[in-house]
T-cell receptor, first 111, second 112 residues
Framework: QKEVEQNSGPLSVPEGAIASLNCTYS??????FFWYRQYSGKSPELIMS????GDKEDGRFTAQLNKASQYVSLLIRDSQPSDSATYLC???????????FGPGTRLSVLP | AAGVIQSPRHLIKEKRETATLKCYPI?????VYWYQQGPGQDPQFLIS???????DKGSIPDRFSAQQFSDYHSELNMSSLELGDSALYFC???????????FGPGTRLTVT
């Protein structure tokens, strides 16, 4: 079992809909949680970071964290075709420590 | 804003050759991480440096070595290349006090 799991996808949503991406992690010592967007052949781009239980909103993106359930999610409102990419969940234990990535969920937003 | 710079962007090598990848972190970032991403895979952590010292080590083969220099740039040296080393190699940087890592554009290494 991988340390970080994500729903396998691909996830297809119509333009304008809400896309919901999920991630679970096994290391209870994890402190920091990140969502990266990666277009094919490009580098991961930081979308959201979250460190405390609850919701964090930034524009069309909302990250949700529940440490008791070891669960973190990303909601994308008003999905656009340009949001079509692979979304990577990343987790680490402490400052300056490496990330453990999930396998990614491929999102396809259909016009 | 300045980003992480990696060079070269593309590299083609033959089996058993050597390769050197370079990474220039964001200004004032003192920590550098190297990740390897195979086709269809998630990024796998190789090695990291803080203040020119190795900070953490992941699944880096013994054929690979890396270092960080006084200007904080880092180089990943890869020897006796194998076909399986073909991948995207990303460098990321952060401050020691920061939690977020910012990725460079990557070097695509092809071993033939």
């Amino acid at each position: 079992q991988k340390e970080v799991e994500q729903n396998s996808g691909p996830l297809s949503v119509p333009e304008g809909a809400i896309a919901s991406l999920n991630c679970t992690y096994s290391d209870r010592g994890s402190q920091s949680f990140f969502w990266y967007r990666q277009y094919s052949g490009k580098s991961p781009e930081l979308i959201m970071s979250i460190y405390s239980n609850g919701d964090k909103e930034d524009g069309r993106f909302t990250a949700q964290l529940n440490k008791a359930s070891q669960y973190v999610s990303l909601l994308i409102r008003d999905s656009q075709p340009s949001d079509s990419a692979t979304y990577l969940c990343a987790v680490n234990r402490d400052y300056g420590q490496n990330f453990v990535f999930g396998p990614g969920t491929r999102l396809s937003v259909l016009p | 804003a300045a980003g992480v710079i990696q060079s070269p962007r593309h590299l083609i090598k033959e089996k058993r050759e050597t390769a050197t990848l370079k990474c220039y972190p964001i200004p004032r970032h003192d920590t550098v991480y190297w990740y390897q991403q195979g086709p269809g895979q998630d990024p796998q952590f190789l090695i990291s440096f803080y203040e020119k010292m190795q900070s953490d080590k992941g699944s880096i083969p013994d054929r690979f070595s890396a270092q960080q220099f006084s200007d904080y740039h880092s180089e990943l040296n890869m020897s006796s290349l194998e076909l399986g080393d073909s991948a995207l190699y990303f460098c990321a940087s952060s401050t020691r006090q920061g939690r977020e890592q910012y990725f460079g554009p990557g070097t695509r290494l092809t071993v033939t």
